[in-house]
């Protein structure tokens, strides 16, 4: 039977050699109750800042563990510069979404409420805490920021003041109908890998990818974009893929491409 990996997780604190830690309680549960650590048990942690440290289990009871730093494993490093923005879905499904974006490298994890958006309802500490639990699973070194909801309205009418020279890949589903071609003679959106290699030629730039929801951008909100000049359409095949689907096909892309799986 394989050896258990050494769990890994993320702390608020500073990590410093030599420097010891009292876990939150949620934390202490996790590691005592649900990975069976005791006292002399290594740990791994990070904080988004300081790399990736070893420490040890110094005390371990009922009440609080006590971790001690000792050397640090791994140098700070950071994801792409890659927003995911996406219209809020069922529970679960948006659950899935940014656990999935957060193991992909997102580094910003944006819910946009669209007009045919499922839910209004977004809990942001859930989604941290998912992003978290994701970002310690897949040993990245930094933790996903779960931006503030916000209207795709809003956000576009502020774009440049907000993001600057950040480009933004939209997912377009659906074609543009005879006589209105977008970025392709048929008047569907270019297919992915053709959109990704081309932009590979351009000058590095930070970038977003916007999903819609699951009943599609309503028309108003695919022209409005269309024409904006930071928008690039991409499509994601010939089938209609489910949102939190999308999300993953895309970041994927993505990354492949543009990203740090080259």
Known sequence: MAAMATPRLYLADALLADTQLTLPREQAHYLLSVMRMRAGDDVRVFNGRDGEWRARVERADKREAVLCVHEQLRAQSGAPDLHVLFAPLKKTRTDFAVEKASE??????????????????????????????????????????????????????????????????????????????????????????????????????????????????????????????FAVSMSLGPRILRADTAVVAAVSLWQAILGDWR
Do not use: M
């Open 104 to 229: 992909l490298g997102a580094r910003v994890i944006r819910p946009v409420f669209t007009r045919f958006t499922q839910s209004e309802r977004v809990n942001a500490e859930r989604l941290q805490s998912l992003a978290r639990e994701a970002a310690e699973q897949c040993e990245r070194l930094d933790l996903p920021e779960i931006a503030e909801p916000v209207r795709l309205d809003a956000l576009l009418d502020q774009w440049t003041q907000r993001e600057g020279a950040r480009r933004l890949l939209f997912c377009d589903e659906a074609e543009g109908g005879a006589g209105t071609p977008w970025n392709a003679s048929n008047g569907a959106a270019s297919d992915a890998l053709g959109v990704l290699q081309a932009l590979r030629e351009t000058p590095a730039t930070p970038w977003a990818i916007l999903i819609g929801p699951e009943g599609g951008f309503h028309p108003d909100e695919r022209a409005r974009l269309r024409e904006a000049d």
